[in-house]
């Protein structure tokens, strides 16, 4: 079981990016993605989360298990942070918010309204909405930008107790979160500027 | 050899270059000697009197605005179900000869519309199906301009113009429920007696086979536009990325 | 899918989520009409069905830009489009929504402006059923039209000119019920026609909005 | 010259009017491809410098 990628191929703007990414990710672990900017790391984990199509590969083990946290939480700013985690939840299935609010310390703003909150605020209830997906796969994009020293030290704690209970995450990051976790360097792994991997643009070269 | 080949934008270059030659001349040829055929050496009509001579410019670019959008329909169709640039490139260079076959259509009727029915514009069913029709074309350039990439761009104006063709064909109906209108019926159909006279009928045929191959002609050369902006394009890319 | 309506229901009713605009616009329409076409009963409530439609559809466009524009812009169609929620679903109810926060108001308000432009007594009914009936298509429409043009910045224009030919059809027949129905004659074709186009397109169109916004979130 | 009688000013503007959007037409796809052509041999001489 867990997430399976062989041999993954992915593209953007019609130009291949990365080619060749293979890893497991089972359950219980962690993997963090690391490479410089504009290396592909965000077109990888769209791709993995199902947004756009890969050009080869296969993935599997994440159909319906993964959850994706992108670069913006997905917040409205009219309706507070419970109703946020709320209108999240229904939407994956679930009920409860107290855990999500609690791990992140959010009970204090819980009726506050979302655009109110600062930027550190709004990422943590962003990525409390994790918690209410109830899906063991996370995906997390860049999870610690705008967050101080302890907010980070408290989201590693909830990614620890997410693996401890079965889960599993893939993570885009550059700082050192103090997680066990393999790294898995995406760099050497980009794409030839001449290569071939059947990407839109290439009928044209 | 199946003609997806030519599906392929480099051969489809070396196609076109060989064949466009043949086309513009016979588009020239058509066009020139259907025109000076309909407009010097045929006798004006009881009813229309010289305005008949309107006829050689207006069937034909009428013709063509429908022909063309079905024909943007198919290649849209081919691109969403194949995924072949060339032809959803097509399908956009077809779009503004669509639309001045459409102008055309449309100014020479009001033209012919003014000494016939007293009016330069009237709501008849005919008339308002293709300003819609206009419309249509309008949206879907402007939908192909305003979007950065190529295959985004593509997709959206494929899904476009298929729900534009139903929701055109759906207003052609609506149109005619809403106003039965003063325009007489087709002037080519297969039942020779509806019809005009042979005398029109054969530097009609011309100019409209002229027309045909204007639009084949512009259409290909258009295409290969495309593809070289295309290939422009995927070759920068790559050399940013070098 | 009921979380998302509720949602979608909440945010229009807070502050700045743009409920009444449409209301406020068709009111603003139908009041400078008579200013255009001058005061005489006769002519206003000859084109009063005309107007009031088109006034109806205009408002329904006004709002539309704000239909997806938001959500594409905080990242929620991204995390939509991941959820267990089928994008087709996701923009039905984007849709009603839509209808429920303009197009049901202007139905219920176009009465009161049939007053003002002096809409003959049996017209009232039938300018209701007619708007009743074709407005939600309007809202299924544009929901086709927003999600062709979520990735454009200030594509509101752009919109415009795609959804506006598309309204033909529903124009046509529901503006010749109402027009039937005020001045006694038989509506009952039109319609037909607009239940059919309407029905069609909540049939259809959510599927041709999922895969434009499904091309879009690539 | 065909007499025309009293609709030539019709005849003839359906003419001119038409000829011109045609010629337009055609002047404006050989302007663009044209460019476009350049366009892509100055990349191409790029990428290829010897030819």
Excluded at chain 2, 203 to 231: D, Q, S
Excluded at chain 3, 49 to 66: F, H, K, V
Excluded at chain 3, 96 to 108: I, M
Aim: with cysteine.
């Amino acid at each position: 079981m867990g997430l399976e990628v062989r041999d993954l191929c992915v593209e953007r703007g019609g130009v291949p990016v990365l080619m060749g990414v293979s890893f497991d990710l089972p359950p219980g672990k962690a993997l963090i993605l690391r490479g410089p900017n504009g290396a592909g790391k965000t077109t990888l984990l769209r791709t993995l989360a199902g947004l756009q199509p890969a050009l080869s590969g296969a993935v599997t083990g994440g159909e319906d298990l993964i959850a994706y946290a992108s670069h913006s939480d997905g917040l409205k700013a009219m309706l507070t942070v419970s109703e946020n985690l709320a209108f999240w939840a229904d939407v994956f299935g679930q009920r409860d918010v107290t855990t999500a609010l609690h791990a992140f310390s959010l009970e204090p703003l819980r009726d506050r309204l979302a655009g109110t909150l600062s930027a550190g605020q709004k990422r943590r209830l962003g990525l409390a909405r994790m918690l209410v997906t109830g899906r063991p796969v996370w995906m997390l994009d860049e999870p610690t930008v705008s967050l101080d020293k302890d907010a980070v030290r408290q989201f590693a704690t909830v990614v620890a107790g997410h693996l401890a209970s079965g889960g599993s995450a893939l993570i885009a990051t550059h700082i050192d979160l103090g997680l066990e976790a393999e790294v898995l360097d995406i760099s050497p792994l980009r794409a030839q500027p001449d290569a071939r991997a059947g990407a839109s643009d290439e009928a044209f070269l | 050899m199946s003609l997806w080949e030519y599906a392929n934008p480099v051969r489809f270059l070396a196609l076109s270059s060989r064949v466009l030659p043949v086309f513009w001349g016979l588009a020239a040829l058509c066009l020139v000697s259907g025109l000076i055929w309909g407009f010097f050496f045929t006798p004006n009509a009881d009813k229309f009197e010289s305005t008949v001579k309107i006829i050689y410019l207006h069937v034909p670019s009428a013709m063509m605005a429908i022909n063309v959008w079905v024909m943007m329909l198919v290649a849209s169709l081919i691109w969403l179900v194949r995924r072949h640039h060339v032809s959803a490139l097509a399908a956009k260079a077809a779009a503004p000869v669509g639309v001045v076959m459409t102008l055309i259509a449309l100014f020479t009727g009001a033209i012919w519309g003014q000494p016939m029915w007293g009016t330069w514009w009237a709501w008849d069913p005919r008339l308002t199906s293709f300003l819609i029709l206009f419309l249509f074309y309008l949206g879907y350039i402007a939908l192909w301009e305003a979007i950065e990439d190529p295959d985004t761009a593509a997709d959206l104006t494929s899904v476009l113009c298929l729900v534009g063709s139903v929701f055109a064909v759906l207003s052609r109906y609506a149109v005619n429920f809403w106003n039965q209108g003063l325009h007489q019926g087709a002037s080519l159909s297969l039942d020779k007696e509806e019809n005009v006279a042979d005398v029109y009928y054969f530097p009609l045929l011309v100019c409209i086979a002229g027309f045909v191959f204007l639009f084949l002609a512009l259409v290909l050369y258009r295409t290969g536009t495309e593809i070289r902006l295309r290939r422009t394009r995927a070759l920068q890319a790559r050399e940013v990325r070098a | 899918m009921k979380a998302l309506l509720i949602r979608d229901l909440t945010l229009a009713f807070r502050a700045g989520g743009g409920f009444g605009l449409g209301l406020a616009f068709f009111l603003i329409v139908t009041v400078l009409v008579p200013f255009g076409v001058g005061p005489h009963s006769a002519l206003l409530s000859q084109i009063a069905p005309g107007i009031l439609w088109l006034g109806a559809l205009l408002a329904c466009l006004l709002s539309l830009d704000r239909l997806l524009a938001l959500d594409w812009e905080d990242g929620t169609l991204d995390l939509l489009a991941t959820s267990p929620l089928p994008l087709e679903a996701a923009l039905s109810v984007k849709a009603l929504a839509h209808w429920l926060t303009t197009g049901l108001p202007l139905v219920l308000a176009a009465p009161v402006l049939g007053i003002l432009l002096a809409l003959p007594a049996p017209g009232f009914f039938w300018l209701v059923v007619s708007l009743a009936l074709g407005t939600p298509a309007l809202s299924v429409i544009g929901t086709f039209g927003a999600a062709l043009t979520v990735g454009v910045k200030r594509g509101g224009l752009l919109m415009s000119l795609l959804v506006l030919p598309l309204y033909v059809p529903t124009l046509i027949f529901g503006a010749e019920a109402a027009r039937r129905g005020a001045t006694g004659m038989d509506p009952a074709t039109p319609l037909l026609m607009l239940a059919g186009i309407t029905a069609g397109t909540i049939a259809i169109m959510p599927f041709a909005s999922a895969a434009a916004l499904r091309v879009n979130l690539r | 010259m065909p007499d025309l009688g009293k609709y030539a000013d019709a005849v003839l503007s359906a003419y001119g009017v038409s000829s011109l959007l045609l010629l337009l037409l055609v002047v404006f796809t050989l302007r663009k491809g044209r460019a476009a052509r350049a366009a892509l041999e100055a990349v191409e001489k790029r990428k290829n410098p010897s030819g």
